[in-house]
Every structure is written in structure tokens, then in C-alpha cells.
């Protein structure tokens, strides 16, 4: 009997127009700017292709190089400007919704917590990535 994984939410509201935080978020050559938790851990190589059926993968690694993997999955449903939807390598499955505030632009980024780590763990890393992709859109 399979049980019912638990949802997380990470979010956060960027000063930037939609179309901006769309190409921030999906191009690899942002997406290695942004895609880390914390300032010792980078995503060297990123690769995406943004459509229901591609798929994407980015190496996330420690600076020092004493740890690594590859993040990546399947896309679900790809809606420009609006949604994106994919699966995990390991079946997890991710929904982020974008959407037009004002100047500004709110992104909502809902996914299914793994067994291994605590809640408060994923959810924190997970929202550490969030801060960084906002704080990086907004700087360039």
C-alpha cells in the first residue's frame, strides 16, 4: 500500500517582470548562478530542456569537492510564464507556479519531501535555493 507523501512549500515574491524570472529560473546559464543552499555548495553544469517530455539535470556539488549529485527529472507540464511540473529521478514530483504581481513576480514552488532527511531540513535547503535564485534576479 503506497502512502501519501508529504507536500512541502518554498516561495518568495521577486522585484523583476515575469519574463525575466521565467529566463532566470529555466536558462542553465542562470540556473548555475542561482542553484545552491548555502555559500560552500555550487551547481558547476546545468543542462534543461523546458518541455513536457524533456528533462534537465544540475550538478550540485560542495565547493571543496568532497560531495556531490546530480539533480534532475522529467518534465510533466510546461506552461511559459505561468507553470512548470516535472518528476524526480526518484518520483518525487514538483509543481511551480509564476505569477504576475504588480512590478514584481510571486513563485510558488510546491514538492513531495523524500524519507531520508527531516521536513525542516528540506524545507529550509529548499527555500536557502529560493532566497538565492530572488537575490540573484534581482542583482542582475
Given at each position: 500500500m503506497e502512502t501519501q507523501k508529504?507536500?512541502?512549500?518554498?516561495?518568495?515574491?521577486v522585484a523583476a517582470p515575469i519574463e525575466k524570472v521565467?529566463?532566470?529560473?529555466?536558462?542553465?546559464?542562470?540556473?548555475?548562478q542561482w542553484n545552491s543552499?548555502?555559500?560552500?555548495?555550487h551547481s558547476p553544469t546545468a543542462t534543461n530542456d523546458l518541455r513536457a517530455g524533456g528533462s534537465f539535470s544540475c550538478r550540485m556539488e560542495a565547493k571543496d569537492g568532497s560531495m556531490g549529485f546530480d539533480f534532475g527529472?522529467?518534465?510533466d507540464e510546461v506552461t511559459p510564464h505561468q507553470q512548470i511540473t516535472y518528476t524526480l529521478g526518484d518520483g518525487r514530483k514538483v509543481d511551480i507556479k509564476f505569477t504576475a504581481e504588480g512590478?514584481?513576480?510571486r513563485v510558488v514552488?510546491?514538492?513531495?519531501?523524500?524519507?531520508?532527511n527531516s521536513l525542516e531540513m528540506q524545507q529550509g535547503g529548499w527555500q536557502?535555493?529560493?532566497?538565492?535564485?530572488k537575490k540573484y534576479t534581482e542583482a542582475n
Open positions: 508529504q507536500m512541502l512549500t518554498v516561495e518568495t515574491n521565467w529566463d532566470y529560473w529555466t536558462k542553465p546559464e542562470h540556473i548555475t543552499a548555502s555559500p560552500d555548495w527529472g522529467i518534465y512590478q514584481g513576480t514552488e510546491n514538492f513531495e519531501a523524500e524519507a531520508t536557502a535555493i529560493m532566497d538565492n535564485f
